[in-house]
């Protein structure tokens, strides 16, 4: 029996968002933002989540460092990051990092966190309720991630 293929997309952070998408039914993801605990990512809430889904594959977007950014804001950005990362090495999901440009380039989309929340509704119409509000940019993102995921890594030959 060979299970459906699910691509996680992971947009990191702290106020970022995790993506399912099967493929099969490429109208619909489930995206949702990142669990959080106390200013930090809830491990053991991702865990469970990303196992109930069981994704054969994730896509988590690259972090770096942004001008004007303090250092105390960027640690944070990188403990959340790297908890996503372990997370996910810990259950032995394959998984690779895009950088922003690389997948928006893929969609035809600039920095504008509006545009990725407007082609998700377009993509996604059986789930628009994921994207319903301005707030929702990362849940898109993530969402359009795992769709990059499906399309570029999954067609990849071996």
């Known amino acids: 029996m060979t299970l459906e293929p699910c691509v996680l997309g992971v947009d990191p952070g702290l106020s970022g968002a995790l993506a399912f998408y099967f493929p099969a ?12 605990v ?3 990512i809830d ?21 770096h460092s942004m001008p004007g950014q303090g250092v105390a804001s960027m640690f944070k950005f990188g403990q959340a990051f790297g908890s996503v990362l372990g ?10 990092l895009v950088a ?10 600039s920095a504008d966190k509006e545009a990725s929340r407007d082609l998700a509704l377009r993509l996604f119409p059986a789930t628009a309720e994921h994207f319903a509000r301005k707030k929702h940019h990362g849940r898109a993102e993530a969402a359009l991630i795992a769709r990059y995921g499906a399309e570029i890594i999954l067609r990849r030959p071996a």
């Open 100 to 109: 922003s440009g690389m997948w928006k380039r893929h969609f035809r989309l």
């Open 43 to 63: 491990g053991t809430t991702l865990g469970r989540r990303i196992r109930q889904l069981a994704p054969t594959l994730a896509i988590i977007e690259t972090v």
């Open 87 to 96: 997370v996910i090495e810990d259950q032995e999901i394959p998984s690779h």
């Open 25 to 36: 039914t490429p109208d619909r993801v489930i995206a949702e933002d990142v669990p959080c």
């Open 38 to 40: 106390n200013g930090r």
